[in-house]
C-alpha cells in the first residue's frame, strides 16, 4: 500500500459505500493481536512522536507516498484512523515488541469494496527491525485479522517493482504476483512500475493446514 489512503487534507470521515452499515466487534476498537515476540494494537495519539522518528527517514519512507512530516500530522492521522475504523473501512495496527509498549510501525487493511470481501494491505516498519522476524510475525497475525476477523476474501497489496524488500517479503508470506502496473505511483518526481500482489482467503487457510509449527 504505497500510496497511503491517508492524505493531510482529508479531515472528514468518509462514509462505507454501502448505507447498510454492519457493526461489528473491530469497529468498536480494535482487537490485541498477540505473538511470542510482537503485539499489535490500535494506534493511540501517544503514539504520534515514536511514528514520526520510525517512519520518516529515508530507508523507510522511500518507497512509500510521504508519511506525515510533523508530529502533530501524525497526531492527526491518527485521529483520522479511529474515524475510518468507526466507519468499518479501515484498521491500523501499532507494531510493539518485547512487552515495550513503543510503537515501531504499523500495518494497515482498507476495503477496496463496500464489503470488505476485497481489501489492501500495507505496512511500514522502521529500519533497525529489519531482518529480526518481527514484519513476519505481525504479518501473520494481521493476515488471520483480514481473513478470520473481517472476512475479506481477496486481500491485495502493491509494492514498487525497485521495492526488493517489499516484494521479497510478500512472496515468503505466499502472495502471489498477478501482474505489473506501469508507471503507477509516482514519489520524489518520478513515475514508478509496481507489482500486484494478492492473497486469497482459501490460499491462507491451505498454507495454515500444510504449516509445521504455530502460525504466529
Not at 510475525?137 to 521495492?163: K, Y
Given at each position: ?35 511470542l515476540r510482537v503485539m499489535l494494537r ?175
Amino acid at each position: 500500500m504505497e500510496k497511503m489512503p491517508y492524505q493531510p487534507e482529508l479531515e472528514v470521515i468518509v462514509e462505507p459505500a454501502s448505507t447498510e452499515v454492519i457493526s461489528s466487534d473491530w469497529q468498536q476498537g480494535l482487537p490485541v493481536l498477540s505473538g511470542l515476540r510482537v503485539m499489535l494494537r490500535e494506534l493511540r495519539k501517544s503514539d504520534a512522536s515514536a511514528l514520526f522518528a520510525m517512519l520518516t527517514t529515508e530507508e523507510v519512507s522511500r518507497f512509500i507516498s510521504p508519511p506525515p512530516s510533523t508530529i502533530e500530522g501524525f497526531e492527526r492521522f491518527i485521529d483520522w484512523t479511529v474515524r475510518q475504523r468507526r466507519a468499518g473501512t479501515y484498521a491500523c495496527f501499532a507494531v510493539t515488541v518485547g512487552g515495550d509498549d513503543t510503537a515501531i510501525g504499523i500495518f494497515q487493511v482498507r476495503q477496496l469494496d463496500s464489503d470488505f470481501s476485497t481489501a489492501e494491505w500495507g505496512f511500514a516498519l522502521g529500519s533497525e527491525f529489519w531482518g529480526t522476524g518481527v514484519f513476519k510475525e505481525s504479518a501473520e497475525l494481521v493476515l488471520e485479522f483480514a481473513f478470520d476477523t473481517i472476512g475479506v476474501h481477496r486481500l491485495e497489496a502493491r509494492a514498487a517493482v525497485r521495492n526488493g524488500r517489499g516484494n521479497g517479503a510478500l512472496r515468503k508470506l505466499g502472495a502471489v504476483q498477478e501482474g505489473l502496473l506501469r508507471r503507477s505511483f509516482y514519489r520524489r518526481g518520478e513515475y514508478h512500475d509496481q507489482a500486484l500482489w494478492a492473497i486469497l482467503d482459501q490460499d491462507w487457510r491451505d498454507r495454515n493446514l500444510t504449516w509445521d509449527g504455530p502460525v504466529h
